[in-house]
């Protein structure tokens, strides 16, 4: 198999909540590359070494780079697109810690328009759960009696190809009811809330906190025929954006999804309760296994009850009801 480099560019304070992130992304093994800390090394006395070469101590470049590698497929493409997720909601988020510039290069110094043409040799038409096909904008449709849901992934997470995308559709093919009304949360190229539309809800109302998926997720919508007289798309966060908030208006929703990580999930979790309907459904992914269980305790902390959970590799989802 042959593998892609890729490297985050951050500092000695950001270099933890960027492993956090790529961690969430499916990235489980990291190289930290600190100059400052080899510098350090160097200036401390030792008994395994008396000369130090020339140069070593010029360090000119003091970025902490966080260096990962992703398989050179279709798989490895998505969870790029993952990783850029994770970074760019880091960088949106208000933790109040230097985290560089969070530039994220890739071993052949592609840009983005190069990148996103390597989607043209790997991402084909694919069956996912039982009624739906998913085929990327540049594909002719294949014949087929299942639901057509067509994607230009854009630079935005979110194809079907990655496991929690997969385990979403899965749940919202079996959940989502004729005529539901629809809250997305984090919705990325939109793919969820469409599936959803085109499986028979009558309405959504998706958001993230990237303002380019507002732009990608209609473009999506229109693509597959639906038009903005069904689907709403805004950007903003949910936890801290009042005016988005109210914008959802005081609906009650059927189906709630939130594929996003387990940290926001956990804080969603009551604002997701309170926009449901009594019986409505919370689908929630991108939780990777190891924190399963405190983003359901999170969830049942909210008044939620648990229908079932789902695992994909490292991947769960959580299909939670409120009574």
Request: charged share 30%; glycine share 8%.
């Amino acid at each position: 198999m042959e593998w892609n480099k890729a490297t985050v560019r951050t500092t000695q304070e950001g270099c933890e909540a960027v492993c956090a992130a790529l961690m969430e992304a499916g990235i489980t093994g990291m190289e930290i590359d600190d100059p400052l800390q080899k510098k350090r090394y160097f200036e401390t006395p030792s008994e395994t070494w008396d000369y130090v070469e020339e140069g070593l101590l010029d360090i000119k470049d003091e970025d902490v780079k966080v260096i990962f590698y992703i398989s050179a497929n279709a798989y490895g493409d998505e969870m790029l697109l993952a990783v850029r997720d994770g970074i760019n909601r880091l960088k949106s988020s208000d933790s109040g810690l230097d985290l560089g510039s969070l530039e994220i290069e890739t071993e052949n110094s592609l840009d983005d328009k190069e990148w996103l043409n390597k989607w043209r040799e790997f991402y084909k038409p694919f069956n996912m759960g039982e009624k739906l096909l998913i085929k990327p904008v540049w594909e002719e449709t294949p014949k087929t009696d299942r639901t057509v849901l067509t994607i230009n992934p854009g630079n935005l997470f979110g194809t079907g190809l990655h496991q929690t995308t997969g385990l979403c559709l899965e749940s919202i093919e079996k959940y989502v009811k004729k005529d539901a009304e629809v809250l997305d949360l984090g919705c990325g190229s939109g793919i969820l809330s469409i599936a959803a539309l085109l499986l028979g809800a009558k309405s959504a109302f998706a958001c993230d906190i990237d303002e380019n998926a507002e732009t990608a997720a209609y473009e999506n919508a229109e693509i597959n025929g639906i038009g903005k007289d069904r689907y709403h798309v805004a950007s903003g966060n949910i936890l801290a954006d009042e005016e988005l908030v109210s914008s959802m208006g005081d609906n009650k929703y059927d189906l709630v999804l939130a594929n996003i990580v387990a940290d926001i999930i956990k804080e969603i979790s009551p604002a997701a309760f309170s926009k449901l309907k009594s019986g409505g459904i919370f689908i929630s992914s991108g939780i990777i296994k190891d924190r399963l269980d405190e983003v359901i305790k999170a969830e049942e902390e909210s008044g939620f009850i648990i229908c079932e959970t789902h695992i994909r590799d490292e991947w769960c989802s959580i299909t939670a009801r409120k009574e």
